[in-house]
Nanobody, 123 residues
Framework: QVQLQESGPGLVKPSQTLSLTCSVSGDSITNPYVFWTWIRQPPGKGLEWIGAITSSGSTYYSPSLKSRTSISRDTSKNIFTLHLSSVTPEDTAVYFC???????????????WGQGTQVTVAS
């Protein structure tokens, strides 16, 4: 079974960098045509696509977050990571990693989600 698990600090101070890791099992992050994706959902709001990294290492970012976002991967550990810099309380959200099928929000049979992790930005 394909499983994804987010991990990282649940509390980040304003102006710091939010860093999360997604651990993947049951699949290789080097498989072609897969977009290893980060998505978030602020309280009371809808899902927001953050960005993705492909099997070859190409990255794609939401225009609204691109200046603050970096996604990378470690193929030897089968993980990919999110770094969101200069955070504010508006970055508070549940953060999900996902095995996706393209850029942006996708909904296909081959899409798998992590359970999500709460990240709060506060002093």
């Amino acid at each position: 079974q394909v499983q994804l698990q987010e991990s990282g600090p649940g509390l980040v101070k304003p102006s710091q960098t939010l860093s999360l890791t997604c651990s993947v099992s049951g699949d290789s992050i080097t498989n072609p045509y897969v977009f290893w994706t980060w998505i978030r959902q602020p309280p009371g709001k809808g899902l927001e696509w953050i960005g993705a990294i492909t099997s070859s290492g190409s990255t794609y970012y939401s225009p609204s977050l691109k200046s603050r976002t970096s996604i990378s991967r470690d193929t030897s550990k089968n993980i990919f990571t999110l770094h969101l810099s200069s955070v504010t309380p508006e970055d508070t959200a549940v953060y999900f990693c996902k095995r996706g099928s393209g850029v942006g929000l996708t909904n296909n049979a081959g899409d798998y989600w992590g359970q999500g992790t709460q990240v709060t930005v506060a002093s």
